[in-house]
């Protein structure tokens, strides 16, 4: 569908087009709106290019106006030509690219970053899964259109590593991921002895195999025998695949505390409703297991919920420093004396809440968009 003439004919010097998932249960998506949320006023609308699950739309989201044009399909090289028409039409004046390998290709985005070339279009990718290409036979080749692009963002130092390993330097940024600063009011740290009549755990994230889930369900079914009344708050969208359904089931099933103590909150639900469910709990825990991803938008969420966090002790976490709890296995058992040690140690888990306020005030969603946004106006 072509796009308006009078969008095309602007004067505006920032015709901005950006290519992401859109309006969808994805954390890819999720990250694109916050940035938006916060983008400084511009005249023209910001154009983004979505993937095909998602309808054509218009909306006011902060200070601008976004029109959503689904024109790919995920992991469909071929559909990209339909992208390529697209960006023909519109002539952005800068093209930003969410990209993670699932969504497209390593190669599909060779593709893209030839075909922006060949039409003077300045670019700026965030890369949101390095390992993964790291691992690509044919990194060598993939490497190329990366190193002639404008604006290459990673999310940790980890990748700026990774990134140079494989000879791609001198156009590598670390673009920290956004968070929630401000959303709730803390709830204080409290006292919790032998004798607490009830303790409140949360969960977060996508209810998926590596999240570590199963492994949180049997290790707060341990604590019963320390906290008769333990009570465990999974805040777990079920994912729409089979494997989310399937693991879901398994968590169920592994549960041993009494149906009344156990919540189970798997819709997808909006931020804000999540984080008030989060605010309340004692400790929240992120045991995952391994993945390839970069930075994790669940972790963000759970600190901006202001309750503590303990993570599983595996590198993905390590940007987060001090601002979280570290348990110190992944296995239920290790989880449960982990659990059990940071809930009986007020003074530890009023440090990494402090200390995780720091962290999200560095990290602020209207922050990152001004700098993101600097960025491609420089």
């Not at 029109?67 to 930003?96: G, Q």
């Not at 030839?114 to 036979?137: D, G, W, Y």
């Not at 398994?250 to 149906?259: F, V």
Request: hydrophobic share 40%; proline share 6%.
């Amino acid at each position: 569908m072509p796009f308006d003439q009078s969008l095309q004919k602007s004067d505006y010097p920032q015709r901005l087009a950006w290519i992401s998932t859109w309006d969808i249960r994805c954390g890819i998506a999720e990250y694109s709106r916050f940035l938006l949320e916060h983008w400084p006023r511009q005249e023209q609308p910001i154009v983004l290019f979505n993937d095909t699950r998602a309808d054509k739309s218009e909306m006011r989201l902060g200070s601008n106006a976004v029109i959503s044009h689904p024109c790919w399909i995920p992991s469909d090289d071929a559909s990209l030509t339909s992208l390529f028409k697209a960006l023909e039409e519109y002539r952005p004046d800068h093209l930003v690219v969410q990209h993670q390998p699932g969504l497209i290709t390593w190669q599909g985005l060779g593709k893209l970053l030839e075909f922006t070339k060949s039409r003077a279009i300045p670019c700026t990718v965030m890369l949101h899964n390095v390992q993964n290409l790291a691992i690509q036979s044919d990194v060598n080749e993939l490497t190329k259109p990366l190193v002639a692009i404008r604006h290459l963002l990673v999310h940790t130092n980890a990748d700026k590593k990774r990134l140079a390993d494989i000879g791609i330097r001198g156009n590598v940024a670390v673009f920290p991921h956004g968070a929630i600063a401000n959303a709730v009011t803390t709830v204080p740290a409290r006292s919790i002895t032998k004798d607490t009549k009830e303790v409140l755990i949360g969960a977060y994230g996508f209810m998926l195999p590596h999240k570590g889930f199963l492994e949180l369900v049997k290790a707060v079914g341990k604590l019963s025998a320390e906290w008769q009344n333990i009570r465990l708050r999974m805040v777990t969208s079920q994912y729409p695949i089979p494997e989310s359904e399937a693991y879901l089931k398994q968590c169920r099933d592994a549960n041993s505390l009494p149906d009344k103590q156990v919540e189970w909150h798997t819709d997808y639900l909006p931020n804000q409703q999540s984080l008030d469910l989060l605010r309340d709990c004692d400790l929240i825990i992120m045991p995952y297991l391994e993945t390839t991803e970069s930075a994790s938008g669940a972790l963000r969420n759970a600190l901006a919920s202001r309750a503590p966090v303990m993570v599983s002790p595996i590198a993905f976490f390590d940007e987060a420093g001090p601002a979280v709890l570290r348990a110190n296995g992944r296995c239920a058992d290790a989880l449960a004396i982990s659990i059990r040690d940071a809930l009986m140690d007020l003074s530890l888990r009023k440090r990494v809440k402090s200390n995780a306020r720091r962290w999200l005030r560095a990290r602020d969603w209207a922050k990152m968009s001004l700098k993101l946004h600097g960025m491609i106006a420089g």
